[in-house]
């Protein structure tokens, strides 16, 4: 099992743009996926408060999304966002690293469905929800 | 009654892409993900400029549908406040020269956003323009398209609520 959280961990730092925006896998398995994003200047989006952008929670949860997906037992081989609705509950608060965990609910042939949570320090009040379909591509 | 005569060409101009500028200078993220806006009058068009950190498949190659998401979500933000804004600094109630020195009128916050991804963000140049459907005193729908070679073949769009920023002192 650790094998394959440290796969996967390499498998999502080696994607370029969620290693550009500083992510990084801290759990994995059966559906569900855990991924942190730290807290970085270059990524506000507020400049009066110095809040992260929302784009980069998108982000964030686009690729925890993915992960859920890739590591539900099924096993696909691949997987790409169809849909995917963010709702923004409150501001994460500037310094805090985000933390999200997505889980991937029910899975068909071709679709995934998929939620998650991403929460700050204060981990009762989430800062941001989502809903996704992904695809699912098997292995041929 | 004459009318007054009309400004300068260069006058409205530079007032028009300062505003513009010290919009969109003002985020850091906007360039970090490396977006700039175009205006013709108060039309805007935004370029996410291609770069190899926005790909998220690195098999296809295909940009990261977080940066398609980002991408649509700046250009979301950034044309319901152009639009917000447009009549104050036409009239002068925003001056232009304090908006560039840094005291910017605060920003919409994203209620929600729902991107529909139509087909891979191949690794090029990509478009977008937003259409503000609704913008109320406290909240605004706007709809946003994206494309990359032809503009009748979007590659995502996506649909979002917006909390407009609301005044200091309602009080009067």
């Known amino acids: 099992m650790a094998d394959k959280t440290q796969l996967a961990r390499q498998f999502i730092e080696a994607i370029p743009h969620s290693r550009a925006l500083g992510m990084e896998l801290t759990e994995i398995g059966e559906g569900r996926a855990v991924i942190v994003m730290p807290y970085d200047k270059k990524l506000i989006g507020d400049p009066e408060t110095g809040v992260i952008h929302g ?26 966002t169809i849909d995917l609705r963010i709702d923004y509950m409150r ?23 998929v939620r998650a949570v991403a929460t700050d320090d204060e981990t009762e009040t989430p800062v941001a929800t989502a809903n996704g379909a992904f695809t699912v591509e098997l292995k041929s | 009654m004459s009318r007054p005569r009309p400004e300068p060409v260069q006058v409205v101009k530079q007032r028009r892409d300062a505003a513009l500028a010290a919009l969109v200078e003002s985020v850091p993220y906007i360039g970090f993900l490396g977006i700039t806006f175009e205006r013709r009058g108060d039309e805007l068009t935004s370029t ?54 840094g005291q910017m009128p605060r920003l919409p916050k994203t209620i929600d ?27 605004a729908s706007v709809h946003v398209a994206a494309w990359q070679d032809h503009k009748d073949k979007l590659f995502a769009q996506a649909t979002g609520h917006f909390l407009m920023p609301q005044e200091r002192s309602s009080s009067s």
């Open chain 1, 55 to 80: 784009g980069a929670v998108s982000a964030l949860m686009d690729t925890c999304c993915g992960a859920a997906v890739m590591s539900h037992p099924s096993a696909p081989s691949s997987t790409a």
């Open chain 1, 91 to 113: 501001a994460a608060t500037p310094g805090q690293t985000i933390r999200t965990t997505a889980t991937c609910h029910h899975i068909t042939r071709n679709v995934a469905f």
């Open chain 2, 48 to 101: 996410l400029h291609f770069h190899d950190t926005l790909i998220g498949n690195p098999f296809l190659p295909a940009i990261h549908g977080g940066a398609t998401a980002a991408f649509l979500e700046v250009t979301s933000v950034i044309t319901l406040q152009w639009f917000h804004l447009w009549p104050q600094f036409e009239s002068g109630e925003l001056d232009v020269e304090t908006m560039t020195a």
């Open chain 2, 113 to 139: 956003f729902t991107v529909d991804y139509l087909r891979s963000g191949l690794p090029r140049d990509s478009y977008a323009r937003a259409t503000v459907n609704r913008s109320g005193r406290r909240y």
